[in-house]
């Protein structure tokens, strides 16, 4: 009976599992599934029934980091996170996680592969330029397949993130170089069309005042038009009136055409400006002046009375 106690209390042991908050525990018999202990506190038949695999059924996640090839040959560099769990902690779920692969590590290797493998394929229908503003569809078409390949594992996607994609070093040097040519193409498009905007401006306000000018020429010339033929008038009938008042005076009305002479030689001589004039100052180069204003002021009266 000494014997049996120590016995009993390490088989007592044996048969006590304890699992973690989770996680559940699959336990076989002579290697074949016999059930699914969930957290807590579990007993198992001592030496016979065996815990086969602890499985975690909180998210994990993966880092991959590989390689592509576009359609143009160009490498393209990804790292991205695998967000997964498993579906759910039902028996049948738990047994496809257990027993689909030998080892976490063939998983982990299954899936890194399948997930490159998908993004190498979509990446290679798409060129270089391409592949920066696709990320959003590439994580789209990987998920997509990837989710329901997962479900067959008893696996659930929850997330898939691109995080960083780059290209060679040579290659992103001439993507620089490109967006810095389009950048150069692009200000000096912008500087073109400032320009081509300031001289038509410009262009313009000077038609503008080049047609403001000419308007205001054009009011002016008819106003010194107006003005004079006004003066002329106002000449032709101080002079008309002149004239029918020295005519009813029995006065020779040759002598207004005389004094207006007189008076324009005057003007001459007070208000010139160091210009020479000649004029004849005989007995006969008077008489031809009169003869030449009275001459002019016949015509005037002629064209008065043609009016009237």
Request: hydrophobic share 45%; glycine share 4%.
């Amino acid at each position: 009976m000494m014997y049996l106690v120590p016995i009993l209390i390490v088989l007592l042991l044996l048969s006590i599992v304890t699992v973690q908050q989770g996680t559940v525990a699959i336990t076989t018999i002579f290697g074949k599934y016999n059930r699914t202990l969930y957290p807590g506190l579990s007993f198992r038949i001592p030496l016979i029934e065996q815990v086969f695999k602890r499985i975690s059924v909180q998210n994990r996640a993966a880092e991959l980091t590989f390689q592509a090839v576009t359609s143009d040959q160009a490498n393209v560099h990804f790292t991205s996170l695998l967000l997964f769990s498993v579906m759910d902690n039902a028996e049948e779920t738990v047994k496809k996680v257990a027993f689909r692969f030998v080892s976490d590590r063939d998983f982990m290797a299954t899936l890194t592969r399948t997930v490159e493998g998908n993004i190498r394929s979509f990446v290679a229908t798409k060129k270089q330029q391409e592949i920066l503003s696709l990320r959003r569809e590439i994580t789209e078409a990987v998920k997509t397949n990837i989710d329901h390949m997962l479900e067959d594992w008893g696996f659930h996607l929850i997330d898939l993130q691109i995080n960083d994609i780059t290209f060679d070093e040579e290659v992103m040097r001439s993507m620089s170089k490109i967006v810095a040519a389009n950048n150069l193409k692009a200000a000096a498009e912008n500087e073109g069309q400032a320009l081509l905007i300031t001289k038509t401006k410009a262009a313009e306000a000077e038609g503008n005042a080049i047609k403001i000018s000419a308007e205001a020429e054009r009011e002016a010339a008819k106003m010194r038009g107006q003005a004079v033929a006004l003066f002329r008038e106002e000449v032709a009938r101080g002079m008309s009136q002149a004239a029918k008042e020295m005519q009813n005076a029995n006065l020779d009305t040759s002598v207004i055409l005389f004094s207006m002479w007189t008076e324009a030689v005057k003007n001459f001589t007070e208000h010139g400006k160091g210009n020479i004039i000649f004029l004849d100052g005989s007995v006969d180069g008077m008489q031809k002046t009169l003869k030449e204003l009275m001459a002019l002021n016949q015509m005037d009266l002629i064209e008065k009375g043609g009016k009237k």
